[in-house]
């Protein structure tokens, strides 16, 4: 029986993309993860994304900031979400 | 895993960014089970980002306020990283 613990291993050392709490959003290439969800990632790209609103129109949302980082260590209690890169394929 | 992962990294400079976005630069001292780290030589980061923690040498920081540790590269090795968990994954299936 394949867990979903399975199919993340399937990405081992391919790109992956992570929704994580905060909304922040991390891109990178996939080396280690535990049954925790922590995980080490390589050749990071994180995307935070901070939400203003205008107090005369209504609601505008800023998609902001945008770091790279060589080598991260992730903390599994953040993670929200894991997945192949939601570019096309 | 991931114990096994910061005692090799112990003695190398890391970045860690904590759940309150304070992030303290610093030499790994030690490290547990729990992951909490002890950094030494803590360095100020980005003043503003967070209170001024000048006085600050040492710190033991508890793992579970950890969100992120930035590392060098090159104190990491990827394709030993990737065969350890692959191991630990076969033990957790079959568990």
């Known amino acids: 029986m394949e867990e979903p613990l399975d199919l993340i291993k399937l990405s081992l050392s391919e790109r992956i993309y992570v929704k994580c709490r905060n909304s922040r959003e991390l891109r990178g290439k ?3 993860y535990d049954n925790h969800l ?19 129109t209504g609601e505008e949302i800023v998609s902001k900031r945008v770091r790279n980082v060589g080598m ?9 979400l894991v997945s192949p890169p939601l570019r096309v394929g | 895993i991931f114990f096994s992962f ?3 990294l112990v ?11 304070v992030v303290l630069t610093g030499t ?10 002890k950094l030494t030589n803590v360095k100020v980061v980005n003043e503003n980002k967070y209170p001024q923690l000048t006085a600050l040498k040492n710190c033991f920081i508890r793992g579970s306020v ?8 090159n104190d990491v090795d990827t394709e030993l990283l990737e065969d350890a968990t692959r191991k630990e ?6 568990g």
Do not use: C, W
Not at chain 1, 40 to 55: F, M, N, P, R, Y
């Open chain 1, 72 to 80: 991260l260590f992730v903390r599994g209690d953040i993670v929200v």
């Open chain 2, 89 to 94: 994954n076969s033990a957790v299936a079959a």
């Open chain 1, 30 to 32: 996939l080396h280690a």
């Open chain 2, 66 to 73: 950890v969100r992120y540790v930035q590392i060098n590269p």
């Open chain 2, 11 to 21: 003695g190398k400079e890391v970045a860690v960014e904590l759940k309150n976005d």
């Open chain 2, 28 to 37: 790994l001292h030690s490290v547990d089970q729990y992951l909490n780290i």
């Open chain 1, 38 to 56: 922590n995980m080490v990632l390589s050749e990071v790209e994180e995307t935070i994304t901070a939400t203003e609103e205008d107090e005369e």
């Open chain 2, 6 to 8: 910061f005692k090799t």
